[in-house]
T-cell receptor, first 116, second 112 residues
Framework: NAGVMQNPRHLVRRRGQEARLRCSPM?????VYWYRQLPEEGLKFMVY????????ESGMPKERFSAEFPKEGPSILRIQQVVRGDSAAYFC??????????????FGPGTRLTVL | KNQVEQSPQSLIILEGKNCTLQ??????????LRWYKQDTGRGPVSLTI?????NTKSNGRYTATLDADTKQSSLHITASQLSDSASYIC???????????FGKGTTLSVSS
């Protein structure tokens, strides 16, 4: 059973360009979470999605950021008109539909975004 | 405000020695607390998960303790190895399905 997969692993964009980060959850997992880790900081929650639904986006910046988890295909985190402050590691995690009290989340390797 | 504080920020120990990392939290309501290990350039990997009713849980050389009354947890590593060099992150969760609150981590360096 392959783990959570993220691509690309590294992404370089110039200011003003768009960044698209992809996350394929573990097989059988229907819950996806996106986190951002700034240098020297802990991971910060951004958004929680289930198939075709955004459950909690309280950690998402109000502008330029969006996320989706379509019925088919990977979850996408999209950042429009990137700025240097968007440079960070973006981690995706997934959990099974009946997570129980432990709500076990399995993390992908992350995408490191560098904005020039 | 929901927060997770970890100490020390960084730690250097010799191979074979033991160490203990601390975590204090103010997250409420509380469902479970977990410790993750994050190697440089990798995603976090779960070491232990404890609910409020569990006081201790072990995973090989890693032993986590939890005092839900004082809202404190510790991670004890015995007989450290070079491969233990990593960031150790304390994470607290509310009810199932809600976001995790991460500490900033303790960076452990094990030297020979």
């Amino acid at each position: 059973n392959a783990g959570v997969m993220q691509n690309p692993r590294h992404l370089v964009r110039r200011r003003g360009q768009e960044a698209r980060l992809r996350c394929s959850p573990m097989k059988g997992h229907s819950h996806v979470y996106w986190y951002r880790q700034l240098p020297e900081e802990g991971l910060k929650f951004m958004v929680y999605l289930q198939k075709e639904n955004i459950i909690d986006e309280s950690g998402m910046p109000k502008e330029r950021f969006s996320a989706e988890f379509p019925k088919e295909g990977p979850s996408i985190l999209r950042i429009q008109q990137v700025v240097r402050g968007d440079s960070a590691a973006y981690f995706c995690a997934s959990s099974p539909p009946l997570a129980g009290v432990y709500n076990e989340q399995f993390f992908g390797p992350g995408t490191r975004l560098t904005v020039l | 405000k929901n927060q997770v504080e970890q100490s020390p920020q960084s730690l250097i120990i010799l191979e074979g020695k033991n160490c203990t990392l601390q975590c204090n939290y103010t997250v409420s309501p509380f469902s479970n607390l977990r410790w993750y290990k994050q190697d440089t350039g990798r995603g976090p990997v779960s070491l232990t998960i404890m609910t409020f009713s569990e006081n201790t849980k072990s995973n090989g050389r890693y032993t986590a303790t939890l005092d839900a009354d004082t809202k404190q947890s510790s991670l004890h590593i015995t007989a450290s190895q070079l491969s233990d060099s990593a960031s150790y992150i304390c994470v607290v969760s509310g009810p199932a399905g809600t976001a995790l609150i991460f500490g900033k981590g303790t960076t452990l360096s094990v030297s020979s």
